[in-house]
T-cell receptor
Framework: KQEVTQIPAALSVPEGENLVLNCSFTDSAIYNLQWFRQDPGKGLTSLLLIQSSQREQTSGRLNASLDKSSGRSTLYIAASQPGDSATYLCAVSNSGYALNFGKGTSLLVTP | DADVTQTPRNRITKTGKRIMLECSQTKGHDRMYWYRQDPGLGLRLIYYSFDVKDINKGEISDGYSVSRQAQAKFSLSLESAIPNQTALYFC????????????FGPGTRLLVL
């Protein structure tokens, strides 16, 4: 069974800092990996999706990397802003549809 | 209007009651999913449906049933609610052409007393 772990569980940083969120998974035979953002009362929003054949994906200030052989992914957020405060979830798919989620990292960016 | 809607958004019920959570989508997707999220745990898949006649159990289907009334509607039922079913429930959709991109509803917060 695929196990997904996210470290740290919570993180507080001052505005403007660059930061890294970590995700590890136990079964490297993945189809893809996604990073989601969860805001209270608003469900989940997909941020980046990395296919198993890719090494990284970028969207604006976000960059996600994937190292399948070591079972790791990182989400890099550049120049953090208070609006980035949310819970970030890593999800791994071994099938192409069913997602295995980590417990998330709760991020607080203070002004 | 939101692409994936869930009703109700909040619900309090008592042990033993039957309850239905509803999900509707306007994205035209054929695939729909139900997840639950518990504090300190990741989301876990309850049921998923690839089309109206294709329904599959997920990781934690015991105590739940589903109905796919139409391509756009997927309902989750708790036949006899119990307190450990207290959780945040999410519906999600995706298309066959891009199955890995799932779109989530806002969630239903359920409390079973």
């Amino acid at each position: 069974k695929q196990e997904v772990t996210q470290i740290p569980a919570a993180l507080s940083v001052p505005e403007g800092e660059n930061l890294v969120l970590n995700c590890s998974f136990t079964d490297s035979a993945i189809y893809n990996l996604q990073w989601f953002r969860q805001d209270p009362g608003k469900g989940l929003t997909s941020l980046l999706l990395i296919q198993s054949s890719q090494r990284e994906q970028t969207s604006g200030r976000l960059n996600a990397s994937l190292d399948k052989s070591s079972g790791r992914s990182t989400l890099y957020i550049a120049a953090s802003q208070p609006g980035d405060s949310a819970t970030y979830l890593c999800a791994v798919s071994n099938s192409g549809y069913a997602l295995n989620f980590g417990k998330g990292t709760s991020l607080l960016v203070t002004p | 209007d939101a692409d994936v809607t869930q009703t109700p958004r909040n619900r309090i019920t008592k042990t033993g009651k039957r309850i239905m959570l509803e999900c509707s989508q306007t994205k035209g997707h054929d695939r729909m999913y139900w997840y639950r999220q518990d504090p300190g745990l990741g989301l876990r898949l309850i049921y998923y449906s690839f089309d109206v006649k294709d329904i599959n159990k997920g990781e934690i289907s015991d105590g739940y049933s589903v109905s796919r009334q139409a391509q756009a509607k997927f309902s989750l039922s708790l036949e006899s609610a119990i307190p450990n079913q207290t959780a945040l429930y999410f519906c999600a959709t995706s298309s066959t052409g891009s199955p890995e991109t799932q779109y989530f509803g806002p969630g239903t917060r359920l409390l079973v007393l």
